[in-house]
């Protein structure tokens, strides 16, 4: 199955909410009912209200005059407001900003409890493996012993080596051996997975500020990506998310995991539209496969399915 093919499957929850609503707007002419449940459809997608008012009034204005049964008109309105929104958040691909940065290129994955960080970074590091660059994997998440076990199963899987110390010990000191290692192994990418925290916690935050410390004195820049792992079936709550770890652990950029099992994918262009912060991978399933680059277009033409 192609990605386009797993990018349509894995938003049907999220389609399915608003192309009912717009598929009943088409077929009549738009009165305040149906506007009203197209907008309620919308927020249930969690476009987010910003989005959701932007789209709203360039539809009415588009309506004017008209009426909704002109398909190709509302449907192309909706297509280019969203891309308007979500075209700024797809900046340049992992793959990209690896390529143009000396090595080894580090990235810190940062996020709450459960979201998917450690499946995440293992996917990375097998792209990057793909891509005929040497992955290293970091157990920095030494407050659970089995994400340090879950990191090294992925590691043996995938054939990558990992740095790893015993449960307990000091994050910043297993991230300082990781780049240590990495320099003296010529590694290429170092991924650093990190325990789940919530982004209310100010002594588990500050946790994660010296981690970077760490990082910069061992290798200036480091680290070069500080990837938020986000779950999208939380909604709106991973935009509150975004906003506290954007604040506190300087995060450049967003994957967003598990939209495959939500109706409400449409937070992608919530969190675009308020936080500018470039959206780097999402996620529409278990596979490997299933972790792909961003891309605006064909992201809005399977949530719209317009493909």
Request: net charge neutral; glycine share 10%.
């Amino acid at each position: 199955m192609g990605w386009l093919q797993r990018l349509n499957d894995g938003l049907t929850k999220t389609r399915s909410v608003v192309r009912g609503s717009l598929d009943r707007l088409l077929g009549r002419a738009a009165d305040p009912a149906l506007l009203e449940e197209f907008e309620a459809a919308l927020i249930a997608s969690d476009l987010g209200t910003r989005v959701v008012d932007r789209v709203m009034e360039q539809l009415k204005r588009s309506l004017h005059g008209t009426d909704a049964s002109q398909a190709a008109l509302v449907q192309g309105m909706l297509k280019e407001t969203l891309l308007n929104v979500l075209t700024p958040a797809s900046g340049p691909s992992l793959e990209n900003l690896i390529a143009e940065s000396s090595k080894p290129f580090v990235i810190l994955a940062v996020g709450v409890n459960g979201v998917g960080k450690t499946t995440t970074l293992a996917k990375i590091a097998q792209r990057v493996l793909q891509g005929g660059r040497t992955p290293l994997l970091v157990a920095a998440d030494t407050f659970r012993a089995a994400a340090i076990d879950q990191l090294q199963v992925w590691a043996d899987r995938i054939g990558v080596e990992i740095i790893r110390h015993r449960h307990g010990a000091d994050p910043a000191a297993v991230a300082f051996d990781g780049l240590a290692a990495a320099k003296a192994r010529n590694v290429d990418v170092v991924l650093i997975d990190t325990a789940g925290r919530l982004h209310t916690k100010s002594n588990l935050m500050d946790e994660l500020r010296k981690i970077s410390r760490v990082i910069g004195q061992e290798l200036p820049g480091a680290p070069h990506e500080v990837l938020l792992v986000l779950d999208a079936t939380v909604g709106q709550n991973a935009l509150a998310q975004a906003r506290q770890f954007q604040l506190a652990a300087g995060v450049t950029g967003l994957a967003l995991t598990k939209l495959d099992g939500t109706a409400r994918g449409g937070i992608v262009a919530a969190i675009a539209d308020e936080l500018k912060l470039p959206v780097r991978l999402i996620g529409v399933g278990e596979s490997a496969e299933d972790l792909q680059d961003f891309r605006p277009e064909a992201f809005v033409d399977a949530l719209l399915g317009t493909a």
